[in-house]
T-cell receptor, first 112, second 113 residues
Framework: GDSVTQMEGPVTLSEEAFLTINCTYT??????LFWYVQYPGEGLQLLLK?????DKGSNKGFEATYRKETTSFHLEKGSVQVSDSAVYFC???????????FGTGTRLQVTL | NAGVTQTPKFQVLKTGQSMTLQCAQD?????MSWYRQDPGMGLRLIHY???????DQGEVPNGYNVSRSTTEDFPLRLLSAAPSQTSVYFC????????????FGPGTRLTVT
């Protein structure tokens, strides 16, 4: 079956540091890939997505590139802010359905 | 648009009690789903629906029932609550075709004692 593996957290960074959160996947067919973010006490919201190989999703300074050859979709940001502190989930869907398969989430804590 | 709404926000049940978690969306989305979120396990799919009158099981369906009589509403019923069902429950909706983002509700925090 489909699966998503994310690096374990928590990840603690100083403000303005570079962020990478690794995500790899196993899927049948050609998945669409997503990063969702969950701020404390809230539901999940879409951060960015990519629907085919070599696509780059970007939003709010975050980027991720769909790498079919390495089955990866790593999340990056050049300079994190305290307001980026949240839990980040990598996820995928395959086929024609919208069922999401999630990774376990990575908590990011950014300090001054 | 209100998006995806869930009620209640918090609930405490005793073992064996039943209850219904409500979910509604006003975006005319065909697809709706229920997830539970547990520490260290991400979100796991409980049940989903691709349209009114059509539902199917996800990864962890035991102990839960769903029905979809309208496009807007997708309630989740706990038949006989157990402590293992203590979790945060999220409802989500989207267009059915793959590649479309899912919109999530704010969640219901359920504690079963």
């Amino acid at each position: 079956g489909d699966s998503v593996t994310q690096m374990e957290g928590p990840v603690t960074l100083s403000e303005e540091a570079f962020l990478t959160i690794n995500c790899t996947y196993t899927a049948t067919g050609y998945p669409s890939l997503f990063w969702y973010v969950q701020y404390p006490g809230e539901g999940l919201q879409l951060l960015l997505k990519a629907t085919k190989a070599d696509d780059k999703g970007s939003n709010k300074g975050f980027e991720a590139t769909y790498r079919k050859e390495t089955t990866s979709f790593h999340l990056e940001k050049g300079s994190v802010q305290v307001s980026d502190s949240a839990v980040y989930f990598c996820a995928l869907t395959t086929g024609t359905a919208s069922k999401l398969t999630f990774g376990t989430g990575t908590r990011l804590q950014v300090t001054l | 648009n209100a998006g995806v709404t869930q009620t209640p926000k918090f609930q405490v049940l005793k073992t064996g009690q039943s209850m219904t978690l409500q979910c509604a969306q006003d975006m005319n989305h065909e697809y709706m789903s229920w997830y539970r979120q547990d520490p260290g396990m991400g979100l796991r799919l409980i049940h989903y629906s691709v349209g009114a009158g059509i539902t199917d099981q996800g990864e962890v369906p035991n102990g839960y029932n769903v029905s979809r009589s309208t496009t807007e509403d997708f309630p989740l019923r706990l038949l006989s609550a157990a402590p293992s069902q203590t979790s945060v429950y999220f409802c989500a909706s989207s267009y059915s075709r793959g590649g479309y983002e899912q919109y999530f509700g704010p969640g219901t925090r359920l504690t079963v004692t």
